[in-house]
């Protein structure tokens, strides 16, 4: 017995290491990680190196205890800005984007696999959530810097959707093992769904409030306090659970009302819960790798390809675009949203459920799901970087790269103690002074400490320590960051100079001579932007204005514009999508369409009133037979 503690210690170790490793892969080559975590499960399971694993109760715990874990940081690290401003296109597609979904893959399943409807519906069901662990990886560490309200819809919808896939899946799992069929989907279930979603808020919403009341009152050690954070977390979870709510509901929310409230020790909960998302998706996916029998792949690889394929191409971007229909998106916005639908640890743990109820085709759900994950991440996950750019979604980043770090001071429950390297050509360096709520400290210059007060004009390569309020304004990463570093391929994004958004328009008529439309005259720059755009503006978003470009170079907190480009060689549109039309796109094409018959119409009234009778002689008399024939 104590032989064999040893020996699964040190075999789980060596696998945790080596997904660890794994990293420098994922990064030199662009590779999906969480792909490579599974991989390693593979390889080291039943068909590989031989561990034995097939315990799915114990892998259904720990992975469930994971993604509570994973989903508790993925709230605590999205503002609420993002969540604002993302929530109501996010929670469609969690919920009727998840519906339809599963719908649509169901149905492909039924005639792909021959199953039942029903049991289609399960597998719909299972495949329907986006992976928040894949989602998070690409959109935090993958490099790529979008647009901010792309990027907000896919966090916030990755981390909601999958309390909707698994009340579908158990509820499914239940009716079919009880023999039921569709007419068990009664009103009885969708109350269910209500209680468990309005559940899962309160509990998350009270349990948010009460990890930040504790921690602020409770003066414990520095190093209890995560742990302290991360069992409240846990107790949410359950507690959300064993009253008929939705745990993962109720701990995300608990993730995004703490990681949102002014809670002491931020900085240290933060890093800490970071560590415990990576080994938590790390155990998740490599127990998961473990538990697959790659041998049993073979007989379902094709039909399986069928139902992979057809939800990357179909089934998800149908959901996409009906839920993102009434709020507008671009058709390259909502393109990319629906291309960054990853399949991941989620949709295999719920395949372990058919096998846990003892369903017929229990491993064939299972199987399946694993091959769909597999092709999701390596289809989708490759190709995340260059499909936003070919959409034009990548942007340059807001500013600068600002050296900070945060030092978190005993009893400082308020402020805290930030450390800036003040940057060439900064707003600072250029002398410019610093807010009255900022309060320097120290400055070292050359490797020599001294007191603000005495050191004079700040100068490039200093060091500046401020105390600072814990929720201090964006203002003072602004003062301390240099000008975005600009790629010799990103000068289009910033136009060749700046203009004052609030200029009227008519002088820019005046400049470059385009027509404007009826109503426009009176506007300003940047209400003739917004208007352009939809309604909202963004930074990066591009408006033609006859032979230049106006650009968004910046939005304030309220989203109003407060800096536009100009660009004087508009760059080449970007690849277009013939799909996804919004409810305004729709509008203008039944206009053009509706304009185009009108104008034809008149044209041929036009024509019509010009045309005359032909003439009676050379000299215009009546002919005889007029004159003898009168009217």
Avoid: C
């Avoid at 715990?61 to 993925?74: H, K, N, R, T, W």
């Avoid at 250029?430 to 400290?441: E, F, K």
């Amino acid at each position: 017995m104590v032989d064999a503690i040893y020996i699964v210690t040190l075999v789980s170790m060596l696998l945790v290491l080596l997904a660890t490793f794994s990293s420098l892969i994922a990064f030199r080559f662009g590779a999906p990680l969480l792909l490579l975590f599974l991989a390693i499960g593979l390889i080291a399971g039943v068909d590989g190196l031989g561990i034995a694993f097939d315990n799915g109760p114990a892998a259904y715990f720990v992975g469930s205890l994971a993604l509570a874990l994973i989903l508790f940081d993925s709230g605590f690290g999205t503002s609420i800005h993002a969540f604002r401003q993302a929530a109501g296109p996010a929670v469609v597609a969690a919920t009727i984007g998840v519906l339809i979904t599963a719908g649509l893959v169901g149905a492909a399943a039924h005639y792909i696999l021959g199953v039942t409807l029903m049991e289609g519906l399960l597998l719909g069901a299972i495949v329907a959530s986006t992976d928040a662990a894949a989602v998070f990886f690409l959109l935090r560490v993958g490099g790529i810097n979008i647009r901010d309200r792309v990027r907000s819809t896919l966090e916030v919808e990755s981390g909601s959707n999958d309390p909707m896939a698994i009340f579908l899946t158990i509820v499914l799992v239940q009716i079919i093992s009880s023999g039921g069929g569709f007419e068990s989907l009664s009103v009885a279930v969708l109350l269910l769904f209500f209680k468990q979603m309005f559940l899962g808020v309160l509990f998350g919403m009270a349990g948010g409030l009460m990890i930040v009341g504790l921690v602020n009152r409770l003066r414990m050690e520095r190093g209890l306090t995560p742990i302290f954070v991360l069992a409240l977390s846990l107790l949410v979870f359950s507690l959300a659970g064993a009253v008929g709510g939705s745990g993962f509901l109720a701990v995300y929310v608990a993730g995004l009302s703490a990681g949102n409230g002014s809670i002491r020790s931020e900085g240290t909960i933060r890093r800490f819960l970071e560590g415990v998302s990576w080994l938590s998706q790390i155990i998740m996916f490599l127990l998961l790798g473990l538990l697959a029998t790659p041998s049993q792949f073979a007989s379902i690889a094709l039909p399986a390809a069928g139902i992979a394929f057809f939800l990357i191409f179909v089934a998800r971007p149908v959901a996409v675009w009906v839920s993102l229909l009434p709020f507008n998106y671009q058709r390259a916005e909502t393109g990319f949203i629906a291309w960054v639908g990853l399949r991941g640890a989620v949709s295999i743990l719920l395949a372990i459920l058919p096998v846990l109820y003892r369903l017929d085709h229990g491993m064939l759900y299972f199987n399946t799901a694993f091959i769909v994950v597999l092709i999701s991440l390596v289809v989708q996950g490759w190709t995340i970087n260059p499909v936003a750019r070919r959409l034009g979604l990548v942007v340059p980043p807001r500013i600068g790269p600002v050296d900070k770090v945060e030092l978190e001071l005993p009893g400082t429950a308020h402020h805290e103690l930030l450390a800036y390297r003040v940057v060439a050509d900064s707003p600072v360096a250029r002398g410019v002074r610093l807010p009255r709520w900022a309060r320097p400290s120290l400055v070292i210059r050359e490797g020599k400490s001294m007191r603000y007060q005495f050191a004079g004009r700040l100068r490039a390569g200093d060091y500046v320590y401020l105390f600072i309020s814990q929720r201090y304004p964006r203002l003072l990463d602004r003062l301390f960051a240099s000008p975005a570093p600009v790629a010799e391929d990103d000068v289009e994004f910033f136009g060749a100079f700046a203009i004052d958004p609030t200029r009227p328009v008519t002088e820019l008529q005046a400049a470059y001579g385009p027509e404007l439309e009826p109503g426009e005259e009176d506007k300003t720059i940047a209400e003739l932007m917004r208007d352009r755009l939809g309604g909202r503006a963004e930074y990066a978003d591009r408006v033609a204005f006859g032979p230049v470009e106006l650009i968004v170079r910046d939005v304030d907190e309220e989203g109003r514009i407060v800096s536009v480009g100009i660009s004087l060689a508009p760059e080449q549109p970007k690849a277009q999508i013939p799909l996804f039309l919004n409810l305004r796109d729709m509008r203008d094409l039944l206009a053009r369409a509706f304009g185009r018959k009108k104008a034809e119409a008149r044209e041929q009234e036009a024509k019509a009133g010009h045309e005359e009778p032909e003439p009676a002689g050379a000299d215009d008399e009546p002919s005889k037979a007029d004159a003898e024939h009168p009217l």
